[in-house]
Nanobody, 122 residues
Framework: QVQLVESGGGSVQAGGSLRLSCVASGYNQKSYCMVWFRQAPGKEREGVAT???????TYRASVKGRFTISQDNAKNTLYLQMDSLKPEDTALYYCAVTEDWTCPLPSASYSWGQGTQVTVSS
């Protein structure tokens, strides 16, 4: 029943910006954690940023000061503003949601979107 649709990926030069969007439906709006994950070829999926129903936010250390996670509850949309992009940010980016507001590591409790590709060239 939960559906997540990402958009906004693309190809940019190092130092450029992209804004990812994720439209969500069918999730529990009273208790949740929404997460941006990313996965590069041959590497493990890793968390990028999280936000829960209370607005509490966390970031992966490597993106602090460059990425901003936000949500528009009226539009059921999650955003990831990415500035000062680096080649190492290149990955398939996924949004995900779980009812566990503590934002656990990736598990079967999450529902996932299809992903949107971000490519950063030097």
């Amino acid at each position: 029943q939960v559906q997540l649709v990402e958009s906004g990926g693309g190809s940019v030069q190092a130092g450029g910006s992209l804004r990812l969007s994720c439209v969500a439906s069918g999730y529990n709006q009273k208790s949740y954690c929404m997460v941006w994950f990313r996965q590069a070829p041959g590497k493990e999926r890793e968390g990028v940023a999280t936000i829960n129903h209370n607005g509490a936010i966390t970031y992966r250390a490597s993106v602090k000061g460059r990425f901003t996670i936000s949500q528009d509850n009226a539009k059921n949309t999650l955003y990831l503003q990415m500035d000062s992009l680096k080649p190492e940010d290149t990955a398939l980016y996924y949004c995900a949601v779980t009812e566990d507001w503590t934002c656990p590591l990736p598990s079967a409790s999450y529902s996932w979107g299809q992903g949107t590709q971000v490519t950063v060239s030097s």
